[in-house]
Nanobody
Framework: QVQLADSGGGSVQAGGSLRLSCAGSRYTISGYCMSWFRQAPGKEREEVARTDILGRTRYADSVKGRFTISKDNAKNTLYLQMNSLKPEDTAVYYC???????????WGQGTQVTVSP
């Protein structure tokens, strides 16, 4: 199965932007549904964005209009463009993949995003 490696996290001030990357290896990501999740300290894991094999996308209300998920099959990489970042976006972000309609069973290692006021 495909393996995933997250990168691109960092520290920014509120209002700033970051782009997260999730590089696939061993196999192509084109046949998977993929999502970005995040987990803040003391909070449950939250799915923030999802894309399917047809390129359709869905977002959590908390990030709609600010985050954009995209998949570049040629580069075998999933992205999350995050704009207008807020302190409440601070979390560890994980990419995940799975067969559409099934539970996600492939996860990246996570990348920390910290947004200061």
């Amino acid at each position: 199965q495909v393996q995933l490696a997250d990168s691109g996290g960092g520290s920014v001030q509120a209002g700033g932007s970051l782009r997260l990357s999730c590089a696939g290896s061993r196999y192509t990501i084109s046949g998977y549904c993929m999502s970005w999740f995040r987990q803040a300290p003391g909070k449950e894991r939250e799915e923030v964005a999802r894309t399917d094999i047809l390129g359709r996308t869905r977002y959590a209300d908390s990030v709609k209009g600010r985050f954009t998920i995209s998949k570049d099959n040629a580069k075998n990489t999933l992205y999350l463009q995050m704009n207008s970042l807020k302190p409440e976006d601070t979390a560890v972000y994980y990419c995940a993949a799975g067969f559409c309609g099934a539970e996600y069973n492939i996860w990246g290692q996570g990348t920390q995003v910290t947004v200061s006021p």
